[in-house]
């Protein structure tokens, strides 16, 4: 028979009935047993037996340390002082199984072995480096809650990636009465955990490893020393299934509510699963919706074992297993079939033994091949990316076009009246150009009936709270259609971002925009003149000197000063008066060109003043967060890409 050690520390009781108070304090129903000579002396043979195994975690130090002397039945006995505690399980084991010897080896001053960590290859590095900056950026916008999961498969990733890669950490899971503790230990090779009617019956996680160096992956889950196990080298068993940390769970579905907080959180850290189901609760609904169908991504480091096959007459086993493929294949799970990769499917009874050997050489084949720790990060990992879909993915182009851009800088310069600036401006130049190039009396004119109106050159300030209330709205209502179309097929969360960004933005926008208007409006004063207003002036002079002169002419002649001759006057008098009109019509003409490029260019130095203050201040932010989202949105093509 296959002996077992106990791995890590060593529970000893120095002094008598340190045993029977072990059993009380793991089971306080039961009651300490009597103590009789038959039962002396089975706890002397069974619990003195040490055996030698190779590697540091397990050399024997039974000779000189403990005081070993030769035993008529066992070969090594040790003293009294000596004597060890195994645990309530193997006492009980050992108590219905006289045939199966325990060993001890006390590893305390042992050095631990050295092992070496696990590697990811490239594309899974790719994907966790990807994952984590994903995480990084977006921890500004999404809630906690929503990168839990993210953060716990990066924490468990690096966790597992300090510990052993030699090492390939494998669950026994089912539900009541499966037959997974008795699966547990056919495939130990010895009675290590507890198997009865009575349910349950496995209250806590019992551990088997198969070589050294397994501590600390053990340790990770959180099972104490006494719930330890080492099967002793027995050849062929021991490198076969070199490598494999075995795990028997308690059920989940116990009554127990911690039984089912241990199998919940162990099965978030091993690298595989073996489920155990047996022929009346295969198709359990607790078994398949919390467990399998949410673990479909973990296809290929799971195993679904039929057991207590011995109990289906005829073909009912090979009926029964069709279904069990059926239902994990609506479960989603890819059955590893035809050399696909996937879920492995087998039937056996761990009873008679029927089918053990074909799922001990599948597992040792799977241990052998060292992936299953990648396999398992990589389908967390998998996992993790679709519970993130919602709030990264999108089906649509996103961003701001330049169409979008353009309009809302047209809304804000309608809303500082840029246009109206410029007309403003075109019809001040042109009034200028009036003054300057008309008759004098018709400049007399007009400045009679414009000293009741603003300075040349100068805009009207918007004081009028209708006219206030007007440039508001339109400002708010530029921002809100900017804000939609650029968050417009975003995820929510990132929507939002943009909106309130915009939003953000918007406040003291009006304002700004009405001191833009003044200072970048048409400026005060005249507008420049071009170069052939002098020669348009000093030509309306000559014109007005002509009238003067034949006016004068005209008059002397009349008072008898000068003889009469009203051709030459009065041709004087003609020319002067049409000449001025016609040289101010001219200039008139000539200025409308140098007029409306004045306007031109009035108007687009205020639209560039104001669609500048709308990009600084909302355009710029509502880029940046879509800058963000196109960053995040790279990451998570990487994490969800990287792996095809």
Known sequence: MTAVTDQDHTERSDQPGDADKARAAENPSAK????TPENASQGESTGAAHARVPGGDSS??????????PDSRMGVRTDSSAAWDDGLIARRVDETTAGNQYAVVDTRTAAPPTVSPLEYDGPLHSRLEALRELVGLSRTRLDSRTLAEAGRVLDEASARRRLSGQHTVVAIAGATGSGKSQLFNALAGVAISETGVRRPTTAAPIACSWSDGAASLIERLGIPPRLRRRPLPTGDGE???RGLVLVDLPDHDSAAVQHREHV?????????????????????????ERYLRPMAAHAEVMFVVLNQIDRLPGEAAEQVLD???????????????????????LALSALTGDGVCELREALGQFVAERTAPARRISADVDIAAARLWPVYATQRRTGLSEQAREEFADRLADAVGATAAG??????????????????????WRWYQDRGEPATGRLPSRTQADEEATARQRVEQAVRTVADRASAGLPAPWALAVREAAVRGSQGLPEALDELSVRAGVPTGRPPRPGWWPVAVLSQASMTILQFLGGLWLLGQIVGVMSPNLGVPVLLMVIGIVGGPLIEWSCRMAARGPARRYGLEA??????????????RVLDPVAAELLRYREVREQYGRVVGARR
């Open 264 to 288: 919940d959180r162990i099965l978030a850290l091993v690298d595989a699963v073996i489920w155990v189901v047996d022929p009346e609760k295969y198709a359990d609904a607790v078994l398949h």
């Open 423 to 444: 007309e403003a401006a075109e019809r001040a130049w042109l009034r200028n150009a009036n003054r300057a190039c008309g008759t004098p009396w018709l400049r007399l």
């Open 603 to 616: 108007e687009r130095r205020l639209r560039e003043a104001a669609a500048g203050c709308g990009r600084a």
């Open 32 to 35: 300490a047993p009597e103590s």
């Open 323 to 345: 279904d069990l493929r059926r239902l994990l294949d609506e479960d989603g799970i890819a059955l590893g079939e035809y050399g696909e990769p996937g879920t492995t499917v």
């Open 60 to 69: 024997s130090r039974t000779d000189s340390r403990m005081g070993a002397r």
């Open 239 to 241: 490198s076969q299934l």
